[in-house]
Nanobody, 124 residues
């Protein structure tokens, strides 16, 4: 059972940046990793994903060009660099693991393990 722990959330002004981290309890080099978010009163939505090797990434249109997903398999950690943040980015952000050995990991990939989430609040 892979355990995922997110960190790095907080309060930031619009236009600012945050970097989220997701640390796994065991090696996750074979897993694709994804970030999702859920705002109050809304359904959870896909944000970004990266395949096991880190070569292929995929982003929601709403964050493309502003967010960057990356991973360090030696540290069992995946990151989400968030720049030019907007108030509509406010949400709880979750990381997830799935899509083992898949060449591409996208919104519809089955994610088997989920973290507890970290709150990101962007003030206007």
């Amino acid at each position: 059972q892979v355990q995922l722990v997110e960190s790095g959330g907080g309060l930031v002004q619009a236009g600012g940046s945050l970097r989220l981290s997701c640390a796994a309890s065991e090696p996750t080099f074979s897993y694709g990793m994804g970030w999702f978010r859920q705002a109050p009163g809304k359904e959870r939505e896909f944000v970004a994903a990266i395949n096991w090797s880190g070569v292929n990434t995929y982003y929601a249109d709403s964050v493309k060009g502003r967010f960057t997903i990356s991973r360090d398999n030696a540290k069992n950690t995946v990151y989400l660099q968030m720049n030019s943040l907007k108030p509509e980015d406010t949400a709880v952000y979750y990381c997830a693991a799935g899509g083992r050995w898949a060449r591409t990991v996208v919104e519809g990939t089955k994610f088997d393990y989920w973290g507890q989430g970290t709150q990101v609040t962007v003030s206007s």
